[in-house]
């Protein structure tokens, strides 16, 4: 097993502030025969500074390859044309992984021989000022510890549709053509789906390995714009091309319909918000052009969403907020 090399894909942009927690994370795992792949995409602070600090540290498993900046696809992108090991893992570089993640992930992966192996996530933010720091965990809660093709698609469209890339190592021989789409955000939708369908053997761990910060500025707390909506709509429309007629036999068939409305609906609540921040309301043309566009994709949910949206979610907020103050009450008004 120790024989198995790892590459670990960090895309690395303006993070001088985290990445040295980061890197100590991969310089502390208990399995070594790893290469960890950097990514410079572009930084502006002392990120890259930081990186050649490190590179003795890491005694010949680690390289820098710097670039202009490309986005976070584009890096991962790269570091998969630079990789060589049997299995990948990607890491993002403000976050940080526990040190038996590599070990226990290859063990596993060998042992089961599987393609794929996922995990959970633990959210953290420093500042202790995000309420609810656990609904930004990832927590899979899957009923089984070992699937078959496709059946980990199935079981976690029912769940929590994990996608982050983040979470889990794959066998690089069984998807060495795989990519990212570049140039758009939420690019871990189409990857991770394509792993999930397509992965002949997945294995289930219930650890919390990835350590994932919650911060202010970050692609899952900013403010939404177009490029967010657009993300949802050019992931659906890839998956759409690559399956539409492969997948669509009697087990995948409603499930892929259902996960490409999901994205659909991903899309459309972020198209929303940015208009609601520029109070503005989404122009009819706009909807119009949608229904155009995903003509034949739409079910009667997301239909209805794009044409009654405000009036979906002022309901859906007068839910939670009741929720809320029912919650607080039971909790004796603290």
Same mark, same amino acid.
């Given at each position: 097993m120790s024989d198995q090399v790892v590459s670990v894909v960090l895309p690395v942009y303006n993070v001088e502030s985290y990445l040295e927690q980061c890197l100590d994370s991969v310089l502390d795992q208990s399995y070594r025969n790893y290469e960890l792949i950097c990514i410079n995409d572009g930084s502006t602070d002392q990120s890259l500074a930081l990186l050649e600090k490190y590179l003795p540290l890491f005694e010949g498993r680690m390289c820098i390859h710097s670039q202009a900046n490309a986005g976070l696809a584009a890096a991962r992108n790269k570091g998969l044309d630079l990789a060589s090991g049997t299995f990948v893992y990607f890491l993002d570089s403000d976050d940080w992984i526990d040190r038996e993640t590599l070990a226990t992930c290859v063990r596993t992966i060998s042992v089961e021989s599987a393609d794929l192996v996922v995990f959970n996530a633990e959210a953290f933010c420093e500042l202790d000022d995000v309420e609810d720091?656990?609904?930004?965990? =990832?927590? /899979?809660?899957?009923?089984?510890? $070992?699937?078959?093709?496709? @059946? #980990?698609?199935?079981?976690?469209?029912?769940? %929590?549709?994990?996608?982050?890339?983040?979470?889990?190592? =794959?066998? /690089?021989?069984?998807?060495?053509? $795989?990519?990212?789409?570049? @140039? #758009?955000?939420?690019?871990?939708?189409?990857? %991770?789906?394509?792993?999930?369908?397509?992965?002949?053997?997945?294995?289930?761990?219930?650890?919390?390995?990835?350590?994932?910060?919650?911060?202010?500025?970050?692609?899952?707390?900013?403010?939404?714009?177009?490029?967010?909506?657009?993300?949802?709509?050019?992931?659906?429309?890839?998956?759409?091309?690559?399956?539409?007629?492969?997948?669509?036999?009697?087990?995948?068939?409603?499930?892929?319909?259902?996960?490409?409305?999901?994205?659909?609906?991903?899309?459309?609540?972020?198209?929303?918000?940015?208009?609601?921040?520029?109070?503005?309301?989404?122009?009819?043309?706009r909807k119009a052009e949608l229904i155009r566009m995903f003509a034949g994709l739409l079910d009667a949910k997301t239909t209805l969403l794009l044409c009654c949206a405000p009036l979906f979610y002022r309901v859906k907020s007068l839910l939670v907020s009741r929720n809320a103050s029912a919650k607080k009450e039971a909790l004796g008004g603290v």
């Open positions: 720091i656990d609904l930004h965990s =990832y927590q /899979r809660n899957l009923p089984k510890s $070992l699937y078959g093709r496709d @059946g #980990i698609f199935v079981d976690t469209l029912k769940r %929590s549709y994990i996608a982050q890339s983040c979470c889990y190592m =794959y066998r /690089r021989s069984s998807f060495e053509a $795989l990519r990212f789409i570049p @140039g #758009i955000l939420h690019e871990d939708h189409y990857f %991770s789906t394509i792993l999930f369908i397509e992965s002949a053997k997945t294995a289930v761990l219930k650890d919390e390995f990835f350590k994932r910060r919650i911060r202010a500025g970050s692609i899952t707390t900013q403010k939404k714009s177009l490029r967010h909506a657009e993300g949802y709509y050019i992931t659906a429309k890839a998956l759409h091309k690559r399956y539409q007629e492969k997948i669509y036999g009697a087990t995948l068939k409603a499930p892929f319909r259902q996960y490409l409305n999901l994205l659909l609906q991903h899309g459309i609540k972020a198209e929303y918000q940015f208009y609601q921040q520029n109070n503005r309301s989404m122009p009819i043309t």
